[in-house]
Each structure stands twice: as structure tokens, then as C-alpha cells.
């Protein structure tokens, strides 16, 4: 085999390992978040969301840098609205089409948040005042989110270490 084609056939093997481990990612994001079962999650809060609207924004944002940066966004908290200030961090070397992945966090910076974006819907995680929030979309609906603390679990130990 000719040198030339032994780089590209190990080139796109290197880009199909990329686009396997950013899709085995996306299922272990999707299949180990807390379940949307009402039961196992307080929710404190519901609101209206465009994912559209917002995906839109952003594919016209990545047009023109290579990396997201100082981009705002409103987001319910548990005390009412708050503008987070998101940064892109992909999760390879380039973009993977059709997905985005941010860090962001409050004016002040107390409050942090981490948001991965996908045309048709948007999940995040939100640190608040020590306390772990999920945002995801409510089941079988469009554009209807839900601000949730996932409950306890039931007769588990403290795994602490003292």
C-alpha cells in the first residue's frame, strides 16, 4: 500500500473513532441523566423554550468563529430568571455537525451551567447555591421545558467520607 494512501485510510479512521465516541457519549448523556419520571423529581419549574429559535441562533454564531464565545442567554433558576454567559467547548478537536456543547455561567459567577444543544432539543445542568439542577424538555411536548431537583433516593447510605 502507497504511503499517501495508508495516511488517508488512518485519517478517516481517526474520524469515524471521533464521531463513534461523540455518538456513544450522546447515548450515555441521554440514557444516564435522571429519568423524567415524576416520581424521582421535584420540579420547580416550567417554562416555554424555542430550541428553533435558539439552534438558529447559534448555527449563525458558528458561521462566523470557530469557537462561541460571550454568547447570552436568559434561563429560569430556582429564583427567577438570570442571564448566563456561554463559552462552546466541544468535545473533540472540530464541531461535530448538528451539535453543540457549552460552559456558562452567572454575571457573577455563582452560578454555572453546562448546555448541549441539538436542532430539535436542549438539555443542561445547573449549579446553584450548591445544589444540582437539570433542565430538559417535559416528555411528548414541543418547546415545553422543566426546571427539576431530582429527589433522594430512598434508602440509600450517606457515602461520605467522615
Same mark, same amino acid.
Given at each position: /500500500?502507497?504511503k499517501?494512501?495508508?495516511?488517508?485510510?488512518?485519517? !478517516?479512521?481517526?474520524? %469515524?473513532m471521533? #464521531?463513534?465516541?461523540?455518538n $456513544?457519549f450522546? $447515548?450515555?448523556?441521554?440514557? !444516564?441523566?435522571?429519568?423524567?419520571?415524576?416520581?424521582? /423529581?421535584?420540579?420547580?419549574?416550567?417554562?416555554?423554550?424555542?430550541?428553533?429559535?435558539? @439552534?438558529?441562533?447559534?448555527? %449563525?454564531?458558528?458561521?462566523?468563529?470557530?469557537?462561541?464565545?460571550? $454568547? %447570552?442567554?436568559?434561563?429560569p433558576?430556582?429564583?427567577?430568571?438570570?442571564?448566563?454567559?456561554?463559552?462552546?467547548?466541544? =468535545?473533540?478537536? %472540530?464541531? =461535530?455537525?448538528?451539535?453543540?456543547?457549552?460552559?456558562?455561567?452567572?454575571?457573577?459567577?455563582?452560578?454555572?451551567?453546562?448546555?448541549?444543544?441539538?436542532?430539535?432539543? /436542549?438539555?443542561? #445542568?445547573?449549579l446553584y447555591?450548591?445544589?444540582?439542577? @437539570?433542565?430538559?424538555? =417535559?416528555?411528548?411536548?414541543?418547546?415545553? @421545558?422543566?426546571? @427539576?431537583?431530582?429527589?433522594p433516593?430512598?434508602?440509600?447510605?450517606?457515602?461520605? =467520607?467522615?
Amino acid at each position: /500500500m502507497k504511503k499517501s494512501h495508508s495516511k488517508w485510510l488512518f485519517f !478517516c479512521l481517526q474520524n %469515524k473513532m471521533k #464521531i463513534l465516541f461523540i455518538n $456513544f457519549f450522546l $447515548f450515555l448523556l441521554t440514557s !444516564c441523566a435522571p429519568a423524567q419520571n415524576q416520581k424521582n /423529581m421535584q420540579i420547580i419549574k416550567e417554562f416555554t423554550f424555542s430550541t428553533g429559535r435558539f @439552534y438558529k441562533e447559534i448555527q %449563525k454564531e458558528a458561521a462566523k468563529t470557530s469557537q462561541i464565545r460571550n $454568547f %447570552k442567554i436568559i434561563l429560569p433558576t430556582p429564583i427567577g430568571e438570570e442571564e448566563f454567559t456561554l463559552l462552546e467547548s466541544n =468535545v473533540g478537536e %472540530k464541531r =461535530v455537525p448538528g451539535f453543540y456543547t457549552f460552559r456558562g455561567s452567572s454575571a457573577d459567577g455563582q452560578r454555572t451551567i453546562s448546555l448541549s444543544l441539538r436542532r430539535d432539543s /436542549m438539555n443542561a #445542568i445547573m449549579l446553584y447555591n450548591s445544589q444540582t439542577f @437539570y433542565i430538559e424538555e =417535559v416528555e411528548n411536548s414541543k418547546d415545553k @421545558y422543566q426546571l @427539576y431537583l431530582p429527589k433522594p433516593l430512598q434508602n440509600q447510605e450517606n457515602d461520605f =467520607v467522615k
